[in-house]
């Protein structure tokens, strides 16, 4: 459907209206609606902005001016949806919420040009532009609580399920939130979107809460034109395919009083009981879905112009005519009137400057403040609160840990120092995770703090993401490594894309565990066994740390915690499996791979910074890289090595995003020889990055690498044929070594 067509349509329709009795602006706008008169004809400003935003979006494309065509024309009845909450409600949107954008700007105290001009911006991809700063045409805003969505195919269901979660818990925990106590979250959605895996495990997490009668005041608005591009959505699906454990309203967009009407009743209802509920906006879509889209290739001419027909915009104005409070002429003049001026600040935004450099566009990506990360890793609780959260028995007491009790205690004393750090996921609770790594905290630190979650990884991150964002420090764990790429977008599309699209003004900091990596004895498959990293070390701004000793771990996370406070990192701790109770290093009984406890004066002295190896022996032969499992077997190897007469030293990387370049090349240079020893796969794994890297900074010396073989794990003993052994490590180092 083209812009002129929906103009000209709208200019005709308006004409033809007749005028009514005039009635007091005060008075409803009709019988049986609570929407006044004098609302009605602001939320048609609103409604009417929208319209024109679109409008330009196209002109401004047609010049080559712009780069946003996706437009709101259609749903613009969402404007009413934002008059039913408050302006302090956090709201995660879809790309058609135009009108809803405009509405909740002026309800905020902001003048109208604001909120059009913050959304010209965005279609030209000006630097100005307030949330993203021209990386992407987003609705968002810090002031209006309006929390950017890039992708809104249904990925930030679970974030808002999360989101309304932490208002909850923040207040059950008596905790500081981003949002008021009374405030419920809105999530706005397509009908196509309701199909989505993505929209299923947030809408059915809402339900489970509230089947167990726990607080979730969300609001889920799904904006049902009957189109997904050019998928058509059955009439009725929304209705038919939604969780029975959902309160239901329903209402048509297309008429502003009923939807004013609806979402006031349905907020009123999430807000009150503290439950969720699912509004369905019966909407059209005018103008195809973006401005390259020919609707007559997958539609008919009737159906196109049944839509134009129901056009919001025309209904609204029917409204206002009907009330004999505003005639066709008027309303005209002001869709004149406003169109000219949008066009006017269309124009003025495209000669607006544009992002000129890689420095400028990767500028919030990810924020490093090493020396406020160090204060903030040293940091814990006071010295009564540590005794009674250990039970009188302090972790640096007990004498020498093994990993998982390491990463135990630490989580103990992290949970000890600050009442919003949250750990959670499944079976973390009483069990205390499938390793026992969490096991006695939720005894501890009560219910409230430590919890189990539903079996759904995006549900697990979903709440992660919502706590993070509203104020929290999250602390989630996935199962397994292989667990984690059923939800992988909630860390790749939502958590390292929140502060690049906003420009830093939204976070959502957070600490990921992940039991990792392969060579479990008795316990094995490739779902419980898995090294890839890949997908995690392709993802911007993300900190990956890699330990694999008790002390490290323990500095580590502390690290991981504070960077997420301070900087609002995404960091994911992967934990070897297989060294989580490892107790001897070269032979059994010799305990040397346990490690004390640092008590809180030595943690300044013992902090790891991000991207900081760790080196051992002091051999001018060859250096051994690598980390996790493979540091144990990689300096077994040069011990055996050192008795030969070999001078080895074997580098721990111990962080895999960012990589500690620095040390590397020290370490590198140091011996001229390099054999990489990597238990990720051969094809994408860790050995390429760190080979690019020697490369890149000139390194002359001899490289070599060796790792696991480019397979999925198999069950049982079959795996050693496929993953990295000691005796390749040990094979490769000598013919390196000549």
Known sequence: MARDTVETHFSEAVTALAPGVPRDPALPVREGTGLTGARCRELFDFQLGSRLLDVAARVLRERGEGFYTIGSAGHEGNAAVADALRPTDPALLHYRSGAFYLTRSAMAGRLPEQGLRDVLLGLVAAAEEPIAGGRHKVFGHPDLAVIPQTSTIASHLPRAVGVAF?????????????????????????????????????????????????????????????????????SGWIEAARHRSLEY???????????????????????????????????????????????????????????????????????????????????????????????????????????????????????????????????????????????????????????????????????????????????????????????????????????????????????????????????????????????????????????????????????????????????????????????????????????????????????????????????????????????????????????????????????????????YGDGRDLTIVTFGNGLRMSLRAAVRLTAEGYGCRVLDLRWLAPLPVEDLLRAAELTGKVLIADETRRGGGVSEGIAAELLDAGFTGRVARVTSADSFVPLGEAAGHVLLSENEIEDAARKLLG
């Open 166 to 234: 932490a208002i909850e818990r923040a207040r059950r925990l008596g905790v500081r939130s981003a949002w008021p106590d009374d405030a419920i979250a809105v999530c706005s959605f397509g009908d196509a979107s309701a199909n989505h895996a993505s929209a299923l495990a947030g809408l059915n997490t809402a339900a489970y809460a509230s089947y167990q009668g726990l607080g979730l005041p969300v609001l889920f608005v799904c904006e049902d034109n009957g189109l997904g591009i050019s998928v058509r959505t059955p």
């Open 249 to 615: 309203f329903e209402a048509d967009g297309c008429d502003l009083a009923d939807v004013h009407d609806v979402a006031r009743a349905a907020a009123e209802h999430v807000r009150a009981r503290r439950s969720p509920a699912l509004l369905r906006i019966g909407t059209v879509r005018l103008m195809g879905h973006a401005g390259s889209d020919v609707e007559l290739s997958y539609r008919t001419k009737r159906e196109i112009n049944a839509d134009l027909a129901r056009d919001p915009l025309v209904g609204t104005a029917r409204l206002l005519v009907e009330a004999g409070l505003a005639t066709p002429d008027e309303l005209l003049t002001r869709y004149e009137t406003m169109r000219e001026h949008v066009l006017r600040m269309a124009m003025e935004s495209s000669r607006r400057p544009r992002l000129a450099s890689a420095a400028a566009v990767m500028e919030p990506l990810a924020p490093r403040t090493p020396g406020a990360v160090a204060a903030a890793a040293a940091a814990c609780a006071e010295p009564a609160s540590r005794e009674k959260a250990f039970g009188g028995r302090l972790p640096e007491r007990e004498g020498p840990l093994t990993l998982s009790q390491a990463i135990n205690r630490t989580l103990a004393d992290a949970l000890a120092a600050c009442p919003d750090v949250l750990v959670f996921g499944e079976d973390v609770a009483r069990k205390g995770g499938v390793y026992g790594v969490t096991r006695g905290l939720q005894k501890r630190f009560g219910a409230g703090r430590v919890f189990d979650t539903l079996l759904d990884e995006q549900t697990v991150l979903g709440l992660a993401l919502g706590a993070g964002v509203s104020g929290m420090l999250p602390v989630p764990e996935v199962q397994y490594l292989a667990y984690l790429h059923n939800a992988l977008d909630q860390i790749r599309g939502e958590a390292a894309t929140l502060p690049f699209f906003s420009r830093g003004a939204f976070r959502n900091p957070m600490v990921l565990r992940l039991p990792s990596y392969a060579y479990q004895k008795g316990f094995g498959g490739h779902f419980h066994n898995d090294n890839s990293v890949a997908a995690l070390r392709d993802i911007p701004g993300l900190v990956i740390a890699s330990p694999s000793r008790p002390d490290d771990a323990a500095a580590m996370l502390r690290t991981c915690l504070a960077a997420a406070r301070v900087d609002g990192s995404v960091c994911v701790f992967l934990e070897p499996i297989a060294l989580y109770t490892a107790r001897d290093m070269f032979e059994e009984g010799d305990n040397g791979w346990l490690a004390p406890y640092a008590p809180p004066s030595r943690w300044a002295e013992t902090h790891v910074p991000i991207g900081r190896a760790r080196s």
